[in-house]
């Protein structure tokens, strides 16, 4: 019981330094490098370049963790260094993903009315982020064990029922005028973040984000 | 599903990456079943049973009493 409580607290200690890092660099990111040029965009767009930011950092992170699993094993939550090994062409595969759709999600951003980046070449790298990470999922698919498709179809069902759930209020709130709908940037923010939360629960539910 | 795993793969010496590997699964599975965050499917079950020499209800303990 109580080597159960430290573990949960080294993970909430991780997960707060995680969440405090990933802020810092958002706000790094968008107040230095992306700032002048979301400049003209919307409070959709900085939320669009934020969430991808975060995005690119996970997969940037779990990237690093592949690479050194010694390091990963310290850097990561859910795994020590023996099942990074064991897992590698899966966190290979999610780490590819992850930083194919925060670069599509940045470029998107960047591709509003007025924006630094054409908009084909935004939704063009978004399009080839969702479809690239559709193909990695479809292919790696025959190599997750039952709690890896298991996991795989629930946080799917976690991330849809929150999004849906999210837009169906809102939308009937903004219906009667007692809310404003976000901007498409703002929309596509929206569903990629539920959408990781949706993961992060379907994950935590199996224990996975307790290092055993 | 309250269960007996970790009891019967602690005294079979094998530590969850070894009982993984036999059982063709991977250590967070085993893990995630010891300690009750997922049960696993019925082939899977079997899998263990067969590799504990025991029957199913041995490992995995259902309280549910029919009503006559």
């Keep these: 019981m109580e080597a159960s409580r430290k573990k949960f607290g080294i993970v909430l200690m991780r997960m707060a330094i995680g969440a405090v890092a990933g802020f810092a660099a958002m706000k790094f990111g968008l107040e230095s490098g992306l700032g002048p040029l979301l400049k003209e965009a919307g409070p959709g767009s900085a939320a669009l370049a934020g969430s991808g930011l975060i995005y690119g950092l996970m997969g940037l992170f779990v990237g690093i963790g592949v690479a050194a699993p010694g390091l990963g094993s310290k850097l990561l939550n859910v795994t020590g260094r023996e099942d990074i090994e064991d897992q590698r062409a899966q966190m290979t595969g999610g780490a590819v993903g992850c930083l194919a759709l925060g670069i599509g999600m940045v470029l998107l951003a960047l591709a509003g009315p007025g924006g630094a980046v054409p908009g084909v070449v935004g939704a063009a790298a978004f399009g080839f982020a969702l479809f690239l990470t559709a193909a990695i999922t479809l292919l790696q698919w025959r190599g997750y064990d039952e709690l890896w498709r298991n996991m795989s179809m629930e946080s799917a069902a976690w991330g849809g029922t929150l999004i849906a759930m999210t837009l169906l209020v809102w939308g009937a709130l903004a219906l009667i005028g007692w809310a404003i709908l976000p901007d498409p940037a703002g929309l596509v923010a929206l569903v990629m973040g539920l959408n990781l939360l949706g993961t992060f629960i379907a994950v935590g539910r199996r224990g996975l984000l307790i290092d055993a | ?68």
Excluded: H
């Design chain 2, 1 to 68: 599903m309250e269960n007996r795993l970790k009891e019967l793969r602690e005294a079979a010496g094998w530590s969850q990456g070894e009982l993984a590997r036999r059982l063709g699964v991977s250590r967070q599975t085993i893990n995630a079943v010891e300690t009750d965050k997922y049960d696993p499917s019925l082939p899977l079950a079997l899998r263990m049973a067969k590799l504990f020499g025991c029957a199913v209800p041995e490992i995995f303990i259902d309280r549910w009493e029919p009503e006559i």
